[in-house]
């Protein structure tokens, strides 16, 4: 069965840095539509960022310029570069493949 596990969330300051992953394993292929949703208490569940077939990213535009999404394919896994985080970043962050396969989401906690 196909399964998706996030790690690399924690606890930073504002202004500093985290690096998610996103290993997706029963697939027999290279990783492509991968998505990073982030959900904060209380809120709705919102779109960060997308990794595609073509090896093409693209980001939310409160990401932009401070988050950046990579894949690495040999490993099956897709990061996701956060920089300059500030205490709004504060959620689960979860990550999605093919639209349809979630992982159980990493806590990521910004203080000010």
């Known amino acids: 069965q196909v399964q998706v596990v996030e790690s690399g969330g924690g606890l930073v300051q504002a202004g500093g840095s985290l690096r998610l992953a996103c290993t997706a394993s029963?697939?027999?292929?290279?990783?492509?539509?991968m998505d990073w949703y982030r959900q904060a208490p209380g809120k709705q569940r919102e779109w960060v960022a997308s990794f595609g077939s073509d090896d093409s990213t693209v980001a939310a535009s409160f990401a932009e310029g401070r988050f950046t999404i990579s894949g690495d394919n040999a490993k099956n896994t897709v990061f996701l570069q956060m920089n300059d985080l500030k205490p709004e970043d504060t959620a689960v962050y979860s990550c999605?493949?093919?639209?349809?396969?979630w992982g159980q989401g990493t806590q990521v906690t910004v203080s000010l």
């Open positions: 029963g697939i027999a292929f290279r990783i492509h539509d």
């Open positions: 999605c493949l093919h639209s349809r396969y």
